[in-house]
């Protein structure tokens, strides 16, 4: 793999951690529904075991182990905490998962446009995208 590759999925995984706190935080907004707060938990569990895997593969080329999200996905997390205390909790988790899971899905699908990346890069991408798709999914439900 190459240090382009070391660089997209350092930019992923950034993400990616971004998401597993997401998970976390929408499950603390609904903590008065102990079902849904677990499926969301749930989520953020594999979402750690994903991000893990991306920093795996990002160390073998040699990269760094990105441990840290965004600001952007810091500023997210709050902004979710503090619609929570004026809407309805459910709908403001699944507002926020559908906006951090569009984005994600996005990010990765115009990463897989590279023609360049190497073949595992592109499976880990793949990988990452049935994950984000289904939190798009579950986004849904909650906003149903």
């Known amino acids: 793999m190459s240090d382009h590759d070391a660089v997209v999925l350092t ?23 102990p079902v849904l707060s677990a499926e969301l938990m749930s989520r953020h569990y594999d979402r750690v075991s994903l991000v893990h895997v991306f920093q795996t593969a990002t160390v073998a080329l040699r990269g760094s182990r990105r441990i840290s999200g965004s600001t952007f996905g810091a500023l997210h997390r709050g902004l979710t905490r503090l619609t929570a205390l004026f809407r309805n909790e459910r709908f403001a988790a699944g507002s926020a998962l559908d906006d951090g899971e569009e984005y994600l899905t996005e990010m990765i699908e115009s990463r897989l446009e590279d023609a360049s990346l190497q073949l595992k890069t592109r499976d880990l991408l793949q990988m990452a995208l049935v994950s984000a798709r289904g939190g798009e999914r579950l986004a849904a439900r909650l906003l149903a």
């Open 11 to 33: 930019t992923v995984t950034r993400t990616l951690i971004d998401s597993q706190k997401g998970y976390r935080t929408c499950s603390e907004v609904v903590s008065d529904d």
